[in-house]
Antibody
Framework: QVQLKESGPGLVQPSQTLSLTCTVS????????VHWVRQPPGKGLEWVGA???????DYNSALKSRLSISRDTSKSQVFLKMNSLQTEDTAIYFC???????WGQGVMVTVSS | EIVLTQSPTTMAASPGEKVTLNCLAS?????MNWYQQKSGASPKLWIY???NLASGVPNRFSGSGSGTSYSLTISSMEAEDVATYYC?????????FGSGTKLEIK
């Protein structure tokens, strides 16, 4: 069955770089896109970016200068890297497949010194 | 960027009551997805392609709309429907979500 699971550090210091991994199963990254979506505590959902089945990427313009999404198809993993983190980047980060049909459980990232 | 405005922001319904949640887009979109999110959980796809129920969604739910106006309707409110509901447009990038409607029970 389709599954996605996010992993990464729970705490990141301001100005540092966030690195998250989304490990998928039950589908192929060469046939499906994967999106990242985040949700600040108590707030709504924000699309972060996506990597397409062909490997190209799209990013939220507000985050584009700090963001990179990549993948390792042999390991069924998608990576998110975001630099120059600020407290406003504190959120639950989700990965989701294709048309946002299946979602991971999310990983809480807190930006704090 | 297409802005999605959901209304109401919060509402409370009695068991058995009909409920309608609205999502207004700033520009025309081809279709709308809806998600249910319960406290502490990931969003779940609830309605896709405007009017198709995701697997396992009770048939008291329905979706409709076109162009810039979309809605999710519950024909008869039940306690298990308490959640926040978000709309999502996938017609153009960046993808955008509505700000959500928090549905409570009276």
């Amino acid at each position: 069955q389709v599954q996605l699971k996010e992993s990464g550090p729970g705490l990141v210091q301001p100005s540092q770089t966030l690195s998250l991994t989304c490990t998928v199963s039950g589908f192929s990254l060469t046939s499906n896109s994967v999106h990242w979506v985040r949700q600040p505590p108590g707030k709504g959902l924000e699309w972060v970016g996506a990597i397409w089945s062909g490997g190209s990427t799209d990013y939220n313009s507000a985050l584009k200068s700090r963001l990179s999404i990549s993948r390792d198809t042999s390991k069924s993993q998608v990576f998110l890297k975001m630099n120059s983190l600020q407290t406003e980047d504190t959120a639950i980060y989700f990965c989701t497949r294709r048309n946002c049909d299946y979602w991971g459980q999310g990983v809480m990232v807190t930006v704090s010194s | 960027e297409i802005v999605l405005t959901q209304s109401p922001t919060t509402m409370a319904a009695s068991p058995g009551e009909k409920v309608t949640l609205n999502c207004l887009a700033s520009s025309s979109v081809s279709y709308m997805n809806w998600y249910q999110q319960k406290s502490g959980a990931s969003p779940k796809l609830w309605i896709y392609g405007t009017s198709n129920l995701a697997s396992g969604v009770p048939n008291r739910f329905s979706g409709s709309g076109s162009g810039t106006s979309y809605s999710l309707t519950i024909s008869s409110m039940e306690a298990e429907d308490v959640a926040t509901y978000y709309c999502l447009q996938l017609s153009s990038y960046p993808l955008t979500f509505g700000s959500g409607t928090k549905l409570e029970i009276k």
